[in-house]
């Protein structure tokens, strides 16, 4: 059984860049046929696509694609997020999750979630 | 950024049948399958539904799911109490990538 599991800072400074790690077990990364992908759900609210990673590429959300950037470590089969120039409006809890090729929105596995506040 | 509308809330009685629906347009439901996940609140969401109608090992057959043209359904059959919760749809839009639902907020009378 996969598991997935997200670390990070809890808390990050205005205009500063956010970064996570999601670390996979129970399965290597490398080994095709799944879309890594990161989600984010502001607080009290619901849940918003970042986009995902997989050993072919990348795919990431529009309204934030200027600002994000995923990358895969085989070696230690972890996949990671960065996201620059926060602000309040990016203080969420981030989920990695796994999708298989065929349809990138079966989220089958999801890690347990990281919340990430943005304030001075 | 939420593309695809649901209702906020829904309601029933132990043992009714709720029904939760999910609209979109034609360049995500109208052209892709709809899934479907179910967050208690504190944890993470849970893969409910897939490929329109299919359920993953170990969800109860009371949760069903169906499209039609733009638009999908989840049907909760038999509530019970452990049913409330948050519930998502999801799907592939051609132009934005993966767009989920606003999320319909489940209670048990």
């Known amino acids: 059984q996969v598991q997935l599991q997200e670390s990070g800072p809890g808390l990050v400074k205005p205009s500063q860049t956010l970064s996570l790690t999601c670390t996979v077990s129970?399965?290597?990364?490398?080994?095709?046929?799944?879309?890594w992908t990161w989600i984010r759900q502001h607080p009290g609210k619901g849940l918003e696509w970042i986009g995902y990673i997989y050993s072919g590429g990348t795919s990431y959300n529009p309204s934030l694609k200027s600002r994000v950037s995923m990358s895969l470590d085989t070696s230690k089969n972890q996949l990671s997020l960065k996201l620059t120039s926060v602000t309040a409006a990016d203080t969420a809890v981030y989920y990695c999750?796994?999708?298989?090729?065929?349809?990138?929105?079966?989220?089958?596995?999801w890690g347990q979630g990281t919340l990430v506040t943005v304030s001075s | 950024q939420s593309v695809l509308t649901q209702p906020p809330s829904a309601s029933g009685t132990p043992g009714q049948r709720v029904i939760i629906s999910c609209s979109g347009s034609?360049?995500?439901?109208?052209?892709?399958?709809v899934n479907w996940y179910q967050q208690v609140p504190g944890t993470a969401p849970k893969l409910l539904i897939y490929?329109?109608?299919q359920r993953p090992s170990g969800v109860p057959d009371r949760f069903s799911g169906s499209k039609s043209g733009t638009s999908a359904s989840l049907a909760i059959s038999g509530l019970q109490s452990e049913d409330e919760a948050d519930y998502y749809c999801a799907a592939w839009d051609d132009s934005l990538g993966g767009v989920f639902g606003t999320g319909t907020k489940v209670t048990v009378l």
């Open positions: 490929s329109n109608n």
């Open positions: 999750a796994r999708a298989p090729y065929s349809s990138s929105t079966i989220f089958d596995q």
């Open positions: 034609s360049s995500n439901i109208g052209s892709n399958t």
């Open positions: 129970g399965g290597p990364i490398y080994r095709g046929g799944y879309h």
